[in-house]
């Protein structure tokens, strides 16, 4: 990428995103505009695909809800989305989850990380808290 690019993109990134990956189960804040009202709305699903770099890196979140499987594309750097938070880490071996489109129930379930590898993958720069681990 040019240099110019990169410096022009730079003051719309946004500096603290938190580290997920697909599989795992996420809480998407959005800002929605009404009128002149502003307000947060939270959609929370499973993260089922990643792509893109820079400003146009997105990432898919798929739910069911009321029966119906409903998917949604956010960019990571929109100024509508205020935050992320992980809720649950997801084991898969995959990098786009299509299988999980149109299932419902236990079929549309991801195998969770649990214990000190989720805090592993949380914070791998830091060492596990000392009340975690386990003599």
């Given amino acids: 990428m040019h240099p110019l690019v990169k410096k022009i993109e730079e003051k719309y990134r946004k500096k603290a995103l938190p580290q997920f990956n697909v599989g795992d ?22 993260v089922i695909g990643k792509q893109g770099n820079g400003l146009s890196e997105m990432f898919v979140v798929s739910r069911v809800e009321f029966g119906y499987a409903n998917e949604k594309v956010f ?26 489109r149109g299932k419902l129930g236990k079929a549309a379930k991801v195998e969770g990380i649990f214990g000190l590898d989720a805090v592993a993958e949380v914070e791998p720069t830091e060492e596990a808290p000392q009340e975690l681990v386990s003599t």
């Fill in 25 to 46: 189960s996420v809480k998407v804040h959005t800002k929605i505009i009404e009128g002149d009202k502003e307000r947060v709305q939270i959609y929370s699903g499973v």
């Fill in 75 to 100: 960019p990571i750097h929109s100024p509508g989305i205020t935050n992320v938070e992980v809720t649950k880490r997801g084991k898969v071996r995959k990098a786009k989850l299509s299988y999980l």
